[in-house]
C-alpha cells in the first residue's frame, strides 16, 4: 500500500505549508496531497478550508489589509493573493511555525519536483473558481509535472473539464456523497485512474467493485496503523495520511 502525506506531513507541522511538504519528504514519503483554492487574482493557493478562520492567526505589523478580524472572515474566492498569503498560518498548530504562509501550487510543485508524487485536490471548479482546471494544467505542463501529479476532486464536473483539457492529465474520483453505480460509471468515462474514498466508506464490496472496474482505491484519512491491515487485506491500494511514518515499512 502506497502512503499519501496528507496536506503534507500534517500530524507534525501546519497543514499545507511548506514547513509540512518538506517535513513530508524528510519522512521519507513518496507522495504528498494538497488543497487548492483560487484567490479573486487567479493565484492557485494551497490551503483546506474556504477561509482563514481555522488557520490563520494575524498579519504582520504594519500590514496595510484592512482589519484582521474581518480578513480571516473573508472567502479565498474574494481574496487577493497577497492578502491571503500574508496571514501566519502556522502559530495555530505551534509557535514554533509562526510566520509560515500560505503557499502557492507552483511553490509546492518546485518543491516536489523529482521528489514525490503530487496529488492535487481541486476544492471547487470553475463555477466556483473561472478557469482553475485551465490554470492547474497549464502550470502542470509548465513543470513537465503530467506523470507525477494527479488532478482529484469532490466537484466532478471539474474532473471533467480538466479531462477536455488535458487527455494525458492523471485523475482520482473522490466519491463523497455519489452513489457508486454513477461514480463508477463516471471514472470510467474520465478515465480516472483511482477511486479515492473515506475510512468510512472502505467496505470490502466499495473496494472490490472498484477494483474490478481496473480502478485503484485510495483511502483517507487514515490515522492509526491498526486500520492498516484491514485495508491491506480489502486490497486498497494507497492510504492518505497525517503521518508519514505510519506504519512504516509502507511505501
Ligand atoms: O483527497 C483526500 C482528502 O484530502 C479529502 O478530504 O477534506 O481532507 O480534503 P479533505
Ligand atoms: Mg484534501
Known amino acids: 500500500m502506497r502512503l499519501i502525506a496528507h496536506r503534507g506531513a500534517s500530524g507534525h507541522a501546519p ?9 513530508a519528504l524528510e519522512m ?7 488543497d487548492v483554492h483560487q484567490t479573486r487574482d487567479g493565484e492557485l493557493a494551497v490551503l483546506h478550508d ?5 488557520t490563520g492567526r494575524g498579519l504582520p505589523k504594519g500590514h496595510p489589509a484592512r482589519s484582521w478580524a474581518r480578513l480571516r472572515r473573508i472567502r479565498v474566492a474574494d481574496l487577493t493573493f497577497r492578502d491571503l498569503s500574508a496571514a501566519d498560518v502556522g502559530s495555530w498548530f505551534a509557535p514554533r511555525f509562526s ?15 523529482g521528489r514525490a508524487e503530487l496529488h492535487v485536490e481541486l476544492k471547487k471548479g470553475s463555477r466556483l473558481y473561472p478557469c482553475i482546471e485551465a490554470r492547474v494544467v497549464d502550470l502542470l505542463r509548465r513543470f513537465d509535472a503530467l506523470k507525477w501529479a494527479v488532478v482529484s ?15 494525458r492529465l492523471r485523475l482520482g474520483y473522490l466519491l463523497g456523497m455519489t452513489r457508486m453505480k454513477r461514480a463508477l460509471a463516471e471514472a470510467a468515462e474520465l478515465r480516472a485512474e483511482s477511486l479515492n474514498i473515506s475510512l468510512r466508506q472502505a467496505t470490502a464490496k466499495r473496494v472490490g467493485l472498484a477494483r474490478s472496474m481496473g480502478l485503484k482505491v485510495l483511502v483517507y484519512t487514515v490515522n492509526k496503523a491498526s486500520d492498516l491491515p484491514r485495508l491491506e487485506k480489502l ?11 505510519l506504519g512504516r515499512p509502507l511505501r
Open 28 to 34: 521519507g514519503a513518496s507522495a504528498i496531497e494538497l
Open 235 to 245: 486490497g486498497v491500494d494507497g492510504v492518505f495520511s497525517n503521518h508519514p511514518d
Open 153 to 167: 476532486s469532490f466537484d466532478h464536473p471539474a474532473l471533467f473539464t480538466a479531462r477536455s483539457l488535458e487527455p
Open 99 to 113: 510566520g509560515e504562509r500560505i503557499p502557492r501550487l507552483e511553490d509546492v510543485l518546485k518543491l516536489a519536483a
Open 15 to 23: 497543514e499545507n505549508t511548506l514547513a509540512a511538504f518538506r517535513l
Open 50 to 54: 474556504w477561509d482563514l478562520r481555522r
